[in-house]
Structures are given as structure tokens and as C-alpha cells.
């Protein structure tokens, strides 16, 4: 799932449901969520002495539950690829790092969850994001998952759509996302579409495919997704995530469904639009699904999705965002309501990106693999706020004289590193 990494499932339901939530009232301006900030503004914006910190001390409880998702931050953070993406948001590298590595000591070292949640404040700058108006407004949060599909390793007339790998013929920007199309003549195109891509012969019979589905729907939601477990005939899963895409840009098929009348606003979900997918004939499911101009590659991955960092994303505690807005690795808080009533306050790691996650309005909460997940992921919406921590300059210049932490010159190895 190294997805934008991603890609994300609720991104087929997300801008469907934007500007829909209940909780804007009669009056007020209606939030676009999808709204990009305007050249030059702060993604983050510093939190004044006088604004109200969410209350932290719970989380110290959650620790177990944070530290898995923590670890995988550190470990991308020590590598030296990390580096090159910083400064972000006017944040240095350093002080990302840092910060993560301070975080785990209190949450490993405070007595109790008071005493952790003034340490927070006390060591702490905190941050929000500058939301879908530039001014902290607030942010729109989904969900997205792993589905589990089913699947097999050879085509045959029940399993006739392919999912491929990366091809050779492109360039890649320095994050890894395909910009260019290297053709036979030597010149550089942009990466064709997703409706040419699987009407020509471009990836066909070279080798690519790594799986093949029962349907075209199910294709199209593994791509959305940016990952998917294949159950195949015996009960077996394999297992692909994110590679690449093909540059172009995303169109969400729930905001299509419901222009056009085939779903209402009320009704979408996942499981609306599978059954849409049921009932409607095959020629026109088709034409809908080549409005999405976006194309995913895999890649075949061992143990639990990963993210576009990656490393493994975590149920309830990894995020995705728009990564050319926000840091990578980063030490965040999501503050919101589900369905409008559901609290959802805790502490996550920025680890991941979405298709539909372009704008500082707009962020996406990893609920883990399987029907579970998805019908969770359905019921994920909400606004509120998205905080990023980072240690207070004074602290990090503390931490660096100490020599207590360093940074390798390599990669580390992840089960070293992880202890």
C-alpha cells in the first residue's frame, strides 16, 4: 500500500460526501475541503499562547497502541531518503526526528498521564493545519483500508482483469511517482491514462500482471485503494502494495455516481457502490470507471500494508496527507467526530498520502484490512482539527548536544532498529 500511498478506498466516497456534514449550520460559509491553499501560504500555523492544547494525558494509557506506529516513523526518520524531503512546512529534519525520539521517551518514562501530558506541553511547539480556508478552519477526516479481494495468479474466464507492476518505460520524481513515459523513440511523454492503458497493449503480456480479479470493480477499488490482499482460490492471500502510479490525476467515482444520479448523497457508501456495480450493465460500470484518469501499480509485499513511506501503516494511528503540504514521519493529533457524535482524539504518525488527499483540508485515517475495515471506513467522516507536534527549538539544540541520538549513514535494519 505504498500508496500516495496511497490511494485510499474512502477516497471513492470521500469528496462525495464533502460540504454534506451536518454539523455546518444554516448561515455559515460551506467548508470546501477540497480548496488548495494559495501559492506561497503556511500548510501549519503555529498554535498562540492563548489557544486552547487538546488534552493529551488520555493517550498515555494507549501507549501499546501508539508505539508500533511510532517505531515505524523513527525508523523511516533514520534513513537517510528521509532527509531529502525535509525542510517541509518550515520544519527541519532534525527537529522531526527529534521529536520522535522525545515523544517515545515520555511515553515510555512518564509515571503517569499527567505528568506525560505537561511534559507535552512544557517541550512541545504545537501546530494545526491550516485547513480547507488557509486560517485553521478545520479539516475533513475519512477512512481508508485494505480490502481483500478475490483473486488468482493466472487469468482464466472467471478471473479476467489484471493488476500489473511497475513498467520500465517511465521516469520517476525524486518521491518515486511516475511523471514521464520513456517511448520507444527516446522521447518523454506524460503517462497515458487509465482508459488507454487498459485498452491498448502497453502493459499487456510483459510480464507485469501479479494478479488477476473476478472484476472490474474490484480492480478499480484495489487502485483507489493503492493496495490489496488477494484471497485466491485456495484461501491463500497475496499480498501487493503500492509501487507507482501514472502521474494523472484522480476523479472520484463516488462524486460521479451521485452528478449523474445513480447513487444518492444519502445512500453512498462502499457497499452502494457495489451494488451499483451489481445491477448496472457492464458497458456502462466501464464508461464510468475510464473517467478516472489515475492508475496504480504493485508490488508484491510480505506482513501488513505499507504507506508511501514505506513502512507498515497501523489501524487507528497512521495518516495520510497531502505530502507535498506536510512533514513525513510527523508526530500529528486528529481531534473530530465520526458520524457527527463518535469522539476520535488521539495521537497518529503522518505516514501515508491519498489520491483525493490534496489540499491542507483534507486527511485520511488507516482502519486496517477486510470487510471489518471497509464497513468501518464507510462510517468515517467527520471535521475538526489536525495538530503536528515539534520540539521547542531549545530542546532540540539540547538533544543534539547531548549526543544521545544519532543519525546512520545507511539504511538501518528494521528489526534492530525496532528494538
Known amino acids: 500500500m505504498t500508496r500516495l500511498r496511497a490511494l485510499t478506498l474512502l477516497v471513492v466516497l470521500a469528496l462525495a460526501c464533502t460540504g454534506a456534514c451536518k454539523s455546518i449550520s444554516v448561515g455559515k460559509p460551506r467548508p ?62 532534525e527537529t522531526a526526528w527529534l521529536s520522535l525520539e ?20 512544557r517541550e512541545f511547539d504545537v ?44 521516469e520517476k520524481s525524486p518521491d518515486g511517482e511516475i511523471i514521464r513515459w520513456k517511448t520507444v523513440s527516446g522521447r518523454t511523454l506524460p503517462y497515458p491514462n487509465r482508459r488507454v492503458l487498459e485498452a491498448s497493449s502497453l502493459l499487456k503480456d ?36 503500492y509501487a507507482g502510479k501514472n502521474g494523472r490525476q484522480y476523479v472520484s467515482l463516488g462524486k460521479e455516481l451521485i452528478e449523474a444520479g445513480e447513487i444518492s448523497r444519502e445512500e453512498m457508501s462502499l457497499p452502494a457502490i457495489r451494488a451499483w456495480g451489481r445491477r448496472t450493465d457492464p458497458a456502462k460500470v466501464k464508461e464510468f470507471l475510464d473517467k478516472q484518469d489515475s492508475y496504480v501499480f504493485f508490488q508484491p509485499i510480505d506482513g501488513n500494508p505499507h504507506g508511501c513511506l514505506d513502512v507498515e501503516v497501523t489501524h487507528g494511528r497512521s495518516l495520510a496527507t497531502d505530502k507535498s503540504l506536510f512533514p513525513r514521519a510527523a508526530l500529528c493529533f486528529v481531534d473530530t467526530q465520526v458520524n457527527g457524535s463518535t469522539k476520535f482524539q488521539q495521537f497518529m504518525l503522518d505516514q501515508d498520502r491519498g489520491g483525493a488527499i490534496r489540499t491542507a483540508g483534507r ?16 462510517r468515517t467522516q467527520g471535521e475538526g482539527q489536525l495538530y503536528y507536534l515539534f520540539l521547542k527549538p531549545e530542546r532540540v539544540a539540547e538533544l543534539r548536544a547531548s549526543g544521545k541520538y544519532t543519525l546512520p549513514d545507511k539504511d538501518p535494519k528494521w528489526h534492530a532498529e525496532a528494538r
Open 32 to 93: 470546501d475541503y477540497g480548496r488548495p491553499l494559495p501559492d506561497g501560504a503556511p500548510a501549519l500555523l503555529p498554535l498562540g499562547p492563548n489557544e486552547p492544547r487538546p488534552d493529551w494525558s488520555g493517550e498515555w494509557s494507549k501507549r501499546a497502541e501508539i508505539l508500533p506506529a511510532l517505531e515505524h516513523s523513527i525508523f523511516y526518520m533514520r534513513r537517510p531518503v528521509a532527509r531529502k524531503f525535509y525542510p517541509q512546512a518550515g520544519i527541519e529534519h
Open 102 to 121: 522525545r515523544f517515545r521517551e515520555l511515553l515510555n518514562e512518564s509515571p503517569l498521564g499527567l505528568s506525560f501530558a505537561r511534559a507535552i506541553d
Open 206 to 241: 510483459k510480464g507485469l500482471e501479479l494478479a488477476w480479479l473476478a472484476d472490474p470493480l474490484d480492480a478499480y477499488i484495489a487502485h483507489v485503494n493503492g493496495s490489496a490482499f488477494i484471497e485466491l482460490p485456495d484461501g491463500t492471500l497475496h499480498r501487493l502494495g
Open 363 to 378: 486527511a485520511d485515517i488507516y482502519l486496517g484490512i477486510g470487510p471489518d475495515a471497509e464497513n468501518e471506513a464507510g
Open 127 to 170: 501546530y494545526k493545519s491550516a485547513g480547507w480556508d488557509g486560517a485553521g478552519g478545520g479539516v475533513l477526516f475519512t477512512g481508508y483500508c485494505t480490502p481483500i479481494l478475490k483473486g488468482a495468479l493466472e487469468p482464466s474466464a472467471q478471473f479476467a482483469h489484471p493488476l500489473y507492476a511497475l513498467p520500465p518505460d517511465l
